[in-house]
Every structure is written in C-alpha cells, then in structure tokens.
C-alpha cells in the first residue's frame, strides 16, 4: 500500500477516536436530536480532514464501531484504492477497509477484528 493510503487510513482512525468522543455524550447526544440522529465527523481521513459532517442514526454508528476496519464518510467520500463501500444512504455511506489497509486501523479498542 503506498504512502498516501496509509497515511489516510491513520487519519481516518484519528478521526474515529474524535467521533467516539461525540458517541460518549449518549443519552445527552440524542437528547439534542429528536429523531435519534448526531452529526458526527466524516472519517474520510483527507489530509487535515475534510471538516465536514455527517448525520448518522446513533444505532448506525454502534453497529459500525462493532468492527474496528469500518468507517462513516460522507457520500462521495470513498476510497476505492483503500476501501470498499458496505452500506449506503442519502447522508452517509459505511466503508470497510481492504485487507491491506487493516493494520492501520486494528487499534481501536472497542472494535472487533474485521472477519
């Protein structure tokens, strides 16, 4: 995997743990959102990050941080060189690393190993 892949799937894992502290906020997150949404970041992993967020369902995000090689990105945000698209909807899409990528992203401690 060259450079440039690696380092985005670090960033993206970074972004991951910022996300994670938004998830924290549990019953006050959604407290804030009616309609049991939060926006979260998108976790892309652009240099610097893209900035921009993503409104996902809180069950979406627990079910995705199950497994520590997925991600939520805005759509149009894949990276078909580092990952393959799982779930899609009109404000997010689901990624799940390419097998090359996932030692770049198999520290998160609350994640299962990708199978």
Same mark, same amino acid.
């Given at each position: 995997? $060259? %450079?440039?892949?690696? /380092?985005?799937?670090? $960033?993206?894992? @970074?972004? /991951?743990? =910022? $996300?994670?502290?938004?998830?924290? @906020?549990?019953?006050?997150?959604?407290?804030? !959102?009616?309609?049991?949404?939060?926006?979260? @970041?998108? %976790?892309?992993? %652009?240099?610097?990050?893209?900035?921009?967020? =993503? /409104?996902?369902? +809180?069950? +979406?995000?627990?079910?995705?941080?199950?497994?520590?090689?997925?991600?939520?990105? /805005?759509?149009?945000?894949?990276? #078909?060189? @580092?990952?393959?698209? +799982?779930?899609?909807?009109?404000?997010?899409? =689901? +990624?799940?690393?390419?097998? %090359?990528?996932?030692?770049?992203?198999?520290?998160? #401690?609350?994640?299962?190993? !990708? !199978?």
């Amino acid at each position: 995997m $060259n %450079e440039r892949l690696t /380092r985005q799937a670090r $960033n993206e894992a @970074l972004f /991951r743990e =910022v $996300n994670e502290r938004i998830a924290d @906020l549990g019953e006050r997150a959604q407290a804030w !959102s009616p309609d049991g949404t939060v926006d979260f @970041l998108c %976790e892309c992993g %652009e240099d610097g990050g893209c900035g921009q967020r =993503v /409104r996902v369902p +809180v069950d +979406v995000y627990e079910r995705v941080r199950q497994q520590d090689d997925r991600f939520v990105v /805005r759509p149009g945000h894949e990276t #078909p060189e @580092l990952e393959r698209a +799982v779930e899609w909807a009109d404000a997010y899409v =689901v +990624v799940d690393k390419i097998p %090359e990528a996932e030692p770049y992203v198999a520290d998160d #401690p609350r994640g299962a190993p !990708s !199978s």
